[in-house]
């Protein structure tokens, strides 16, 4: 099984510190592509490619992750942050995650 996810953060991931409390803030994201397989845009539940009019964006990364959770492929929350990758970046998502201190 081969999958591959490649969204856009349309912000960055910032955690404040204040008086030794972190207060995250979650980038709203946009699915730009995904396949199953080699199969780009494959639909898991009704096993055919679908036709998207515009990408999927989501208001917080953690809904996108509650998404994949869902969907029968046995992907964690875990999973996903331990096998995204950051095009052009020297670090992965859990990288960023784990120096910010914060968790999806």
């Known amino acids: 099984m081969t999958i591959k996810l490649i969204l856009n953060l349309l912000q960055i991931f910032i955690s404040i510190l204040l008086k030794e409390l972190i207060y995250p803030h979650y980038p709203k994201c946009k699915v730009l592509?995904?396949?199953y397989?080699?199969?780009?845009?494959?639909d898991?539940?009704?096993n055919q490619v679908i036709v998207l009019a515009k990408p999927l964006e989501f208001n917080k990364i953690q809904e996108l992750v509650s998404l994949?959770?869902?969907q029968p492929l046995g992907?964690?929350?875990q999973n996903f942050i331990d096998m995204t990758t950051i095009e052009n970046n020297i670090w992965t998502?859990?990288?960023v995650l784990d120096k910010a201190n914060l968790t999806l």
């Open 68 to 70: 994949i959770e869902k």
């Open 75 to 77: 992907i964690s929350q």
């Open 93 to 95: 998502l859990k990288d």
């Open 37 to 42: 397989n080699g199969r780009e845009f494959w």
């Open 44 to 46: 898991l539940a009704k």
């Open 33 to 35: 592509t995904w396949s």
